[in-house]
């Protein structure tokens, strides 16, 4: 039997092989890898060498490690298992009943949740602790997470408000100079179950076509399911339409924020001599947002999600920010939206991200509505409609503002370049505008940076709302409802 190299050097080479057979490097690199030929590869093979079947390397029929019986597949009507398959000790079972077997990892516990998918390679940790993220499963969609373990400092709140992850491939000990912890460890602290083996790009497709579909992580200490019951569990959530999570996850006290960004060898700074006050109204606030406006000068005070435009206006500020966060943006904006008009009113300049940017739009007068699949992850490309550049973005949202409903007065600012939903938007009546996705999460690295400084900029008179001339080149019709 011949050796995968024997075979690549027979065809030339890695990147000849590649040409000739007519499948990616990505099959090659995974071939040498396995030191196996899929059979999928063997006909093409065969054709291309002249070889006999015999001759080819084979993937060994007795794995090292036997893999769980992790499948797909559907509950019959009325019955429930107690018992899951061999080597399976965990279960996602959607609302229509599919079922999603794999290893159980984290806290063992039951929770049910709007199940999505993030694209993003690095940052678990962030993710996991993003406020956004509430009443949320996430599904990650690269294979090897937990490989970098966890530590105090990649938070963006105390604890982690997702309520479940699916992951491809178990996780694994750290292997980073930073951690103090392994991932498993660190969720179990927090009571956080995990699932692995799952096939997370099925289940993403699946996502992708058919929407984000409620469902149950359970990870049971005796190893026993009733499925049904917990099917009916998923079918019966209300799910995150119509749902006000920002007063869950906000804060229930003002207090004052000083830390500045991270620096390596020096971790977190301390902003000691700020030039303008904002006050930062927390709907459900990253940690690095706060950091980037206390880095650009500011002095932050953080409010709670339902302070008034009096509690706001009475810290006498320069500017006010409205923070990320989940839910609902039409279910917060009953107490938010009176607020945020009040500060409009006073003409204070205002910067929104994310929940703030789709509150600021109802504040405004426009609508909102729940994209079919929603934007999570990492290097989404968006369009700054002022300046013709393109920023490599981050995002997190199932909500979006409504083009076509955005009143005179408001323009758009940014688009996605990958479905045309607005991610950005600019009052020419208020010193106001915002942004659908994150600039602080640097996946750029710092292609959003200037958000910050612009909103420094409208504080101390420097910049100005977009022109409608200028902004009003973006503003179509066509792209008001596109979704993910």
């Known amino acids: 039997m011949r050796t995968v190299e024997d075979i690549l050097t027979l065809l030339g080479g890695p990147e000849p092989a590649a040409a000739r057979l007519g499948i990616g490097t990505e099959a090659i690199r995974k071939w040498r890898q396995a030191r196996a030929i899929p059979a999928k590869h063997w006909p093409a093979v065969l054709a291309a060498t002249n070889l006999a079947l015999a001759d080819l390397p084979k993937p060994n029929a007795q ?41 159980g990892f984290g806290a063992h516990a039951t929770t049910v949740a709007e199940i999505c998918f993030n694209t993003g390679m690095t940052g678990y940790q962030e993710v ?93 200490a005796d190893g026993r399911f009733d499925l049904e019951a917990l099917r009916k569990q998923a ?25 500045t960004t991270w620096t390596l060898g020096e971790g977190y700074g301390a902003q000691s001599a700020p030039k303008h006050r904002v006050v930062a109204v927390d709907y459900g606030a990253k940690r690095n947002i706060l950091r980037c406006l206390a ?31 989940p839910g609902d943006p039409a279910a917060t904006g009953d107490y938010a939206v009176p607020a945020i008009r009040g500060v409009l009113e006073a003409g204070v300049p205002t910067f929104g991200i994310c929940l703030g940017h789709q509150l600021l739009a109802l504040s405004l007068g426009a609508r909102t509505y729940k994209l079919d699949r929603g934007h999570r992850g990492a290097n989404q490309p968006v369009k700054d409609l002022r300046t013709g550049k393109v920023e490599i973005t981050s995002q997190n949202h199932g909500f979006a503002v409504d083009e ?34 994150h600039p602080e999460a640097s996946p750029g690295p710092t292609d959003s940076h200037y958000l910050f400084h612009r909103f420094i900029g409208l504080i101390e008179g420097r910049d100005t709302p977009p022109s409608p001339a200028v902004a009003g080149e973006g503003r179509g019709e066509g792209n008001s409802r596109a979704t993910a």
């Open 128 to 220: 996991l602790t993003d406020p956004s993220y509430a009443g949320q499963t996430i599904c990650f969609t690269f294979p090897h997470i937990g490989n970098v373990g966890a530590n105090p400092e990649d938070i963006e709140a105390t604890t982690p408000v997702a309520r479940g992850l699916i992951v491809k491939a178990d996780v694994t000990e750290p292997s980073n100079w930073r951690a103090t912890r392994h991932l498993d460890d660190w969720l179990k602290s927090h009571g956080v179950p995990g699932l692995a083996g799952a096939d997370t790009r099925a289940l993403t497709i699946r996502i992708r076509d058919g929407g984000a579909p409620n469902g149950v992580l359970s990870f049971p």
């Open 235 to 259: 079918q019966d959530w209300a799910g995150l339409e119509g749902m006000d999570l920002a007063k869950e996850v906000s804060t229930r006290q003002t207090y004052a924020w000083t830390e």
């Open 295 to 325: 880095a650009a000068g500011c002095e932050v005070t953080v409010v709670p999600a339902t302070a008034t435009a009096e509690d706001i206006l009475r810290h006498r500020p320069d500017g006010v920010f409205l923070s990320n966060g």
């Open 63 to 103: 794995k090292s490690r036997p893999e769980p019986a992790v499948t797909d597949s559907t509950i019959p009507e009325g019955e429930a298992v107690s018992r899951a398959p061999d080597g399976a000790t965990a279960v996602l079972v959607l609302a229509d009943g599919t079922t999603i077997w794999g290893r």
């Open 404 to 437: 076509a409903s955005l009143p005179e007065g408001v323009e758009v600012t940014h688009r996605s370049l990958f479905d045309g939903s607005n991610e950005g938007i600019a009052s020419t009546r208020h010193p106001a505008f915002s942004v659908q996705y």
